[in-house]
């Protein structure tokens, strides 16, 4: 009894946070109600609140739900050694790009970080956590690219802060146009040969970190004698 209630609690949870994310993704996240999830899920308000603090604890939940398994892999990327860290790189932007664009969850996810999404009010809460979470992944990305200058695939001067943000501005501004016409073109499709684009251009002239300036020493004035 006690194990079949725990199954009820967890479907329970997962049809709120479907609900959610087809609600969001429809009104906007600051103008849906948590009534109007419950509504949407078939359950009521109260079921809302066994789960779930307020609505920034849900909107945390449905975009964990879609976005960990890919934040797992990045962390251990970053945090292990890897054999070819550039290789690595390419499989996890390429893995980001064909899940974005194969599926239907992570398409609603993003489509409302990116374009349904106030960070106001009583969202305000997930701005802080969003930056905690691009901080976090910039780290793990720079771990990467400092293990690829370790195994001499970049150069020892390469600056590996400037190109973390470049790579992630890369990827952001892709997915974001991208879940605005979907229709543009196949991104599972095209994926490898964009990622292999940036990251062929990152090793063959990656930033590289400004050298120190030697300053000009004038030279001593001879005086005859």
Not at 92 to 108: E, P
């Amino acid at each position: 009894m006690a194990r079949r209630t725990k199954e009820d609690a967890a479907a329970t949870r997962e049809l709120l946070l479907d609900a959610a994310e087809r609600e969001f993704c429809e009104r906007g996240a600051s103008r849906t109600s948590l009534a109007e999830v419950a509504s949407a899920a078939g359950v009521t308000r109260g079921a809302v609140y066994w789960h779930f603090r307020d609505k920034s604890d849900l909107f945390s939940a449905m975009c964990a739900r879609a976005k960990l398994p890919l934040q797992t892999m990045l962390e251990r990327a970053g945090n292990t050694p890897q054999d070819d860290p550039l290789e690595t790189l390419r499989e996890l932007m390429t893995t980001a790009l064909v899940r974005l664009a194969t599926d239907r969850r992570s398409q609603a996810v993003f489509e409302v970080l990116f374009h349904k999404c106030e960070l106001t009010g009583e969202l305000a809460p997930i701005a802080q956590r969003r930056q905690a979470e691009r901080s976090l992944c910039l780290a793990h990305v720079e771990r990467l690219l400092q293990q690829a200058i370790d195994a001499g695939q970049l150069p020892p001067d390469s600056d590996t802060s400037l190109a973390t943000h470049a790579l992630h501005a890369f990827m952001s501004g892709l997915m974001r146009e991208w879940v605005l016409e979907k229709n543009a073109y196949d991104l599972a499709a095209v994926a490898p040969a964009l990622v292999e684009m940036t990251v062929t251009g990152l090793r063959n002239d990656p930033p590289r970190r400004p050298g120190r300036v030697r300053p000009r020493v004038r030279p001593r004035s001879c005086t005859a004698t």
